[in-house]
Structure formats: C-alpha cells, structure tokens
C-alpha cells in the first residue's frame, strides 16, 4: 500500500496545495492527513484521488468536523493518527506517543509541529510529514509517503 501523509496545510477556502504535491498523490492507495486543514474543501478534494482518513487539528474550526485521533488498519499494521497538540509529553513527538500508550499501532502520524519528523521508538515509527504550504522555521515545504508492504513500513519526506 502506497500512502500519503500531510499534515498542517491550512488552506483557506479558494486554495489549494501547490503542484508538486498534486503530482505525487495521483499514484497513492491512501491519504492521511494529521489535521489543521482549516476546512473541509480540502479533503474533498482528496477523496476525488484515494480514501482519506483525518484528524482534527488545534486552527480547525467548529465546521471540521473530524475526530481527535484515529486508528487505521493497514494489513496486519495499525497507524495511530492525531494531531499532537495535546497529551501528556515535553514536545510534540512526546505527546503524539503518549497518546497511543494503551493502543497496539505500529505507526503513529502526527502533525502540529510543522517540522518533518522521523523517528523508531520501541518498535513505532513515529512520523510527521511537516507542512507541503506553511514551513515556518524549516527550509523547505514537504510532505510523507510511506509504504507498506508484507507487515513492513517504509517512509520518506519529500521536500520542495
């Protein structure tokens, strides 16, 4: 299974995410996105492509409306996905894994910081796909792809 991640686009109505990321969602089976879309125009959009699987993030509105964090079976591999602004933890990293303490995910998706993030921790991949349209302190804008094949997971951020 080939997956999108994004996270932090806060796009306001009328906008869309840039080019080179519309390129790379064409070949996916999934999308994920780990909230602060702003409104809901977005994931429509990305519906039209692959499934979407989202969650709230702390900018959505009241008309977002989208659960806290979800859990998303991939084979024989879960994804905990949330946005990672709340929990218990010193940093953003800290509080998505705390989050799934009690749940079996192999991969945790969290987004809130705006920073790629990569990181094994006991077994879960920890993953943030930092902002494709607000990289705040990074360099570059960028976005996740992760793929999934026979219980194994590989992922990768692509910058631009």
């Excluded at 796009?11 to 994920?32: A, C, N, T, Y």
């Excluded at 990293?93 to 991969?107: L, Q």
């Amino acid at each position: 299974m080939h997956i999108a991640v994004l996270s932090d686009t806060h796009l306001r109505k009328g906008k869309s995410l840039p080019s080179f990321v519309w390129e790379h969602l064409s070949q996916v089976d999934m999308i994920l996105h780990a909230g602060d879309l702003t409104h809901m125009g977005l994931l429509e959009e990305l519906s039209c492509i692959a499934p979407v699987r989202a969650v709230r993030g702390n900018c959505d509105g009241w008309d977002v409306s989208l659960p806290d964090h979800d859990i998303i079976e991939c084979g024989t591999l879960n994804i905990g996905l949330i946005h990672g602004n709340t929990g218990k933890g010193k940093n953003t990293p800290d509080r998505a894994y705390s989050s799934f303490a009690d749940s079996a995910v192999n991969i945790i998706v969290f987004g809130h910081s705006h920073s790629p993030y990569l990181e094994w921790r006991n077994g879960i991949l920890l993953f943030n796909p930092g902002s494709p349209t607000d990289k705040r302190r990074e360099q570059y804008f960028s976005f996740g792809l992760m793929d999934i094949l026979q219980g194994q997971v590989q992922a990768k951020h692509l910058y631009f």
